[in-house]
Nanobody, 115 residues
Framework: QVQLVESGGGLVQVGESLRLSCAASGNIRSINTMGWYRQAPGTERAMVAIMTESGSTNYADSVKGRFTISRDNAKNTVYLQMISLKPEDTALYYC?????????WGQGTQVTVSS
């Protein structure tokens, strides 16, 4: 079992920044990819950014150049730095970990961008 706890969400104005954190605990060995997904009301959960254990990254087109994912393997923590936030970034953000093919999810942290 892997437990994921997100933090860092909140209410910000357009153009502001936020950093999300996700701390993993439990059976953290063999965690491969970690990343962030988001879900806005009425939409499906979608990938925002992911990072493999080796450091390879993949971003949704809508966040490229504005969001940066990073990972501290020593702290078992993954971060999502978000800048130039837009109203369409408003969503519930979920941390994800792939552990030997099994997907684990955090409880989600709300990001609201107000215009």
């Amino acid at each position: 079992q892997v437990q994921l706890v997100e933090s860092g969400g909140g209410l910000v104005q357009v153009g502001e920044s936020l950093r999300l954190s996700c701390a993993a605990s439990g059976n953290i060995r063999s965690i491969n990819t970690m990343g962030w997904y988001r879900q806005a009301p009425g939409t499906e959960r979608a990938m925002v950014a992911i990072m493999t254990e080796s450091g390879s990254t993949n971003y949704a087109d809508s966040v490229k150049g504005r969001f940066t994912i990073s990972r501290d393997n020593a702290k078992n923590t993954v971060y999502l730095q978000m800048i130039s936030l837009k109203p369409e970034d408003t969503a519930l953000y979920y941390c994800n970990a792939d552990h030997s093919g099994i997907q684990y999810w955090g409880q989600g942290t709300q990001v609201t961008v107000s215009s």
